[in-house]
């Protein structure tokens, strides 16, 4: 069965300009997360959608949103992009939301670059 | 609030080698507790997970336990090979609805 697709898998944005990333889970799956990867902070978790709504959100400002489609797939959006916001963005798709011990499937993620 | 603190990497070993890669976590409820890897140009893949105190989880000779009174979840491998470097991930899930809380990550390097 496919993974998790991430599209794109690198982008170049300037500052100032917006972004959205998107990501596939696997078939069946209804829960999707976003974590953002950097050298000094390492995962950080941005937000979970579930079902179309958002369950969680982390410590990230308002440029930061998502969205979930009614098909699971989900798209992360980031406005007025900073040089900081450079990083690796990782999708991870659940079949459920909120099982404790349930394995969550990765993208390959997309490498994001503001110049 | 909850967090997992890993040692810092990089660690590199010569193949064959005897892999301890420390973990330590603080959780206001009942952990789950995960070990994920990451290879170069890839996202990460769960490589073990313990759901309980004193519970074992071990793959591809890789085993860590779940220790509630030292509150650790240590990854151990007895010989490791060039094909195990990555980026090794500690990570926990409370019960109910929060995410997974990762560690930095320690990189590892196996040289032959």
């Known amino acids: 069965k496919a993974g998790v697709t991430q599209t794109p898998r690198y982008l170049i944005k300037t500052r100032g300009q917006q972004v959205t990333l998107s990501c596939s889970p696997i078939s069946g799956h209804r829960s999707v997360s976003w974590y953002q990867q950097t050298p000094g902070q390492g995962l950080q978790f941005l937000f979970e959608y579930f079902s179309e ?12 949103s998502g969205r979930q489609f009614s098909n699971s797939r989900s798209e992360m959006n980031v406005s007025t992009l900073e040089l900081g916001d450079s990083a690796l963005y990782l999708c991870a798709s659940l079949p459920m939301a909120g099982e404790v011990n349930t394995e969550a499937f990765f993208g390959q993620g997309t490498r994001l670059t503001v110049v | 609030g909850d967090s997992v603190t890993q040692m810092e990497g990089p660690v590199t070993l010569s193949e064959e080698a005897f892999l301890t890669i420390n973990c330590t976590y603080t959780a206001t409820g009942y952990p789950s507790l995960f070990w994920y890897v990451q290879y170069p140009g890839e996202g990460l893949q769960l490589l073990l997970k313990a759901t309980k105190a004193d519970d074992k989880g071990s793959n591809k000779g890789f085993e860590a336990t779940y220790r509630k009174e030292t509150t650790s979840f240590h990854l151990e491998k007895g010989s490791v090979q060039v094909s195990d470097s990555a980026v090794y991930f500690c990570a926990l899930r409370i019960v109910g609805n929060t995410p997974l809380v990762f560690g930095k990550g320690t990189r590892l390097s196996v040289i032959a």
Do not use: D, E, S
């Not at chain 1, 709504?53 to 930061?64: L, S």
């Open chain 1, 53 to 64: 709504t958002q369950r969680n959100k982390g410590n990230f400002p308002g440029r930061f």
